[in-house]
């Protein structure tokens, strides 16, 4: 049997995989509003992120701009060419997204991932396959998770509905009482 914090920590990364799945959906619906350059980096900026659970070593050390323009990284990230001409010039402000979504700290140039980078690192990192260079959502955790998302709705209205029904008993015993 699991410990309780083994089961919030899976129901925290549910959590966040809802979130990676609502930037998926959101950045699929501009894209097909998008007319002329492609300027969303939301595939570079969940790479970067998936990056931080297998590849960043030292959590406290920062990146910087000059880190997304180094070869090595790129390779280690798994941006595919497309992806790196995309990000020329857009360095700055895809560490700046990460920072305004609320993945890292951005100041002066130095990005610091926080503890929802990090998580969403791992859970992109577990629901999420590299294949070449194209992150693709074919993981076993993947279905799981939507499986398990769709499954609790039926169980949180179920509990609503139980709750209703008990605070109505409770009014018409409070009101029937002689």
Not at 84 to 101: A, H, P
Request: proline fraction near 2%.
């Amino acid at each position: 049997m699991s410990p309780p914090f083994e089961i919030l920590r899976f129901f925290s990364k549910l959590e966040t995989f809802q979130l990676v799945n609502s930037f998926d959906k959101q950045f699929d619906i501009q894209g097909k509003n998008i007319k002329g350059k492609d300027k969303r980096t939301w595939d570079i900026e969940k790479k970067i992120l998936r990056w931080t659970y297998e590849g960043h070593k030292y959590l406290g050390h920062s990146i910087q701009t000059t880190h997304l323009q180094a070869g090595n990284f790129q390779t280690d990230v798994g941006l595919t060419k497309e992806e790196i001409s995309k990000m020329k010039g857009l360095e700055k402000e895809i560490l700046e997204n990460l920072n305004k979504r609320g993945f890292a700290k951005f100041n002066n140039g130095n990005c610091v991932f926080t503890n929802l980078g990090l998580s969403m690192g791992t859970v992109i990192w577990e629901t999420y396959s590299l294949s070449n260079e194209k992150i693709l959502e074919k993981t076993v955790k993947y279905h799981l998770y939507n499986i398990l998302i769709l499954a609790m709705w039926p169980a949180f209205f179920a509990v609503v509905a139980l709750a209703i029904i008990e605070l109505i008993r409770v009014i018409i015993s409070f009101f029937l009482v002689e």
